[in-house]
């Protein structure tokens, strides 16, 4: 059956009878900021780009700028700063001509219990998971409340709700990250600007690939999980890509479990 376009609200949504469903998103065209080239990063990268939107790459890694071909565009940049936070997103819009959409895949963990925790390894997952995420945030937002329209989605997890042991400073980082992009959704509503959240379950990603490896690690895990499997990176992209679209335009402040299951039990 022939899809249709439809209106509600005064808003007229065209649905092309044989295009792809990406089209149905309204994506093509978007300017989009990846930060952050690990694995779920840069599927998240592929799929916008797939989708007929403008991306920007950015990492502090090289070899991960460069795993994502000569056909994206890609900036190396040190979010550890402030600077290198604002001048990453000024320099994204730059070359895109505007930003529409950020997307804040940047993440980091060090698995071991609260009282073996050094306070240098508290800090610096702190200030990579979710300081950064703070200061791109407020840098996009600047551009993105003063245009009237914004799209940011950030890749949290289901530590930010569960209680994982060895997982303290990731779990809080998490958590935080939970709390601050619904402020930023509650202060930038009226400006047209979303703030969500996908938060993946146990996944096969550059992150977790080191543990996940250890004998009896992945049987555990998936033993815990309902749909009966971890997660892949491709489990993600729909999700990220569905936030950032305009059918999700009266979504704010949400996030999305993406995680078989995992925290229904």
Same mark, same amino acid.
């Given at each position: 059956?022939?899809?249709?376009?439809?209106?509600?609200?005064?808003?007229?949504?065209?649905?092309?009878?044989?295009?792809? /469903?990406?089209?149905?998103?309204?994506?093509?065209?978007?300017?989009? +900021?990846? /930060?952050?080239? %690990?694995?779920?990063?840069?599927?998240?990268?592929?799929?916008?780009?797939?989708?007929? @939107?403008?991306?920007?790459?950015?990492?502090? #890694?090289?070899?991960? +700028?460069?795993?994502?071909? @000569?056909?994206?565009?890609?900036?190396?940049?040190?979010?550890?700063?402030?600077?290198?936070?604002?001048?990453?997103?000024? /320099?994204?819009?730059?070359?895109?001509?505007?930003?529409?959409?950020?997307?804040?895949? !940047?993440?980091?963990?060090?698995?071991?219990?609260?009282?073996?925790?050094?306070?240098? #390894?508290?800090? @610096?997952?702190?200030?990579?998971? +979710?300081?950064?995420?703070?200061?791109?945030?407020?840098?996009?937002?600047?551009?993105? !409340?003063?245009? %009237? *329209?914004?799209?940011?989605? *950030?890749?949290?997890?289901?530590?930010?709700?569960?209680?994982?042991?060895?997982?303290?400073? *990731?779990?809080?980082?998490?958590?935080?990250?939970?709390?601050?992009?619904?402020?930023?959704?509650?202060?930038?509503?009226?400006?047209?600007?979303?703030?969500?959240?996908?938060?993946?379950? *146990?996944?096969?990603?550059?992150?977790?690939?080191?543990?996940?490896?250890?004998?009896?690690?992945?049987?555990?895990?998936?033993?815990?999980?309902?749909?009966?499997?971890?997660?892949?990176?491709? #489990?993600?992209?729909?999700?990220?890509?569905?936030?950032?679209?305009?059918?999700?335009?009266?979504?704010?402040?949400?996030?999305?479990?993406?995680?078989?299951?995992?925290?229904?039990?």
């Amino acid at each position: 059956m022939d899809l249709v376009s439809s209106s509600v609200a005064g808003r007229s949504f065209p649905a092309p009878a044989n295009g792809p /469903a990406a089209d149905w998103l309204g994506l093509s065209g978007r300017k989009v +900021l990846v /930060a952050g080239a %690990g694995g779920i990063g840069s599927a998240v990268a592929l799929a916008f780009a797939e989708a007929g @939107a403008a991306v920007v790459t950015a990492d502090r #890694d090289p070899a991960r +700028l460069a795993r994502l071909g @000569a056909e994206l565009k890609t900036l190396e940049a040190d979010l550890a700063t402030a600077e290198g936070c604002e001048d990453l997103v000024a /320099a994204a819009a730059g070359t895109l001509g505007g930003l529409d959409i950020l997307i804040h895949a !940047v993440g980091i963990n060090h698995r071991v219990p609260l009282l073996d925790t050094a306070d240098e #390894d508290w800090d @610096a997952i702190l200030a990579v998971n +979710l300081t950064s995420a703070f200061r791109l945030g407020r840098a996009a937002g600047r551009l993105m !409340v003063a245009a %009237g *329209y914004g799209r940011q989605v *950030y890749f949290s997890s289901v530590s930010g709700l569960l209680a994982h042991p060895d997982h303290g400073p *990731y779990a809080a980082s998490k958590g935080g990250l939970n709390q601050l992009l619904r402020v930023m959704a509650r202060e930038w509503a009226a400006s047209g600007v979303t703030a969500n959240a996908v938060a993946p379950g *146990y996944t096969d990603t550059d992150l977790t690939s080191a543990h996940l490896n250890r004998p009896g690690v992945r049987d555990h895990y998936t033993a815990q999980v309902p749909a009966g499997r971890l997660g892949s990176v491709a #489990d993600l992209t729909g999700p990220a890509l569905f936030l950032a679209s305009d059918r999700a335009a009266f979504i704010t402040g949400q996030v999305l479990y993406t995680d078989g299951g995992r925290t229904l039990v």
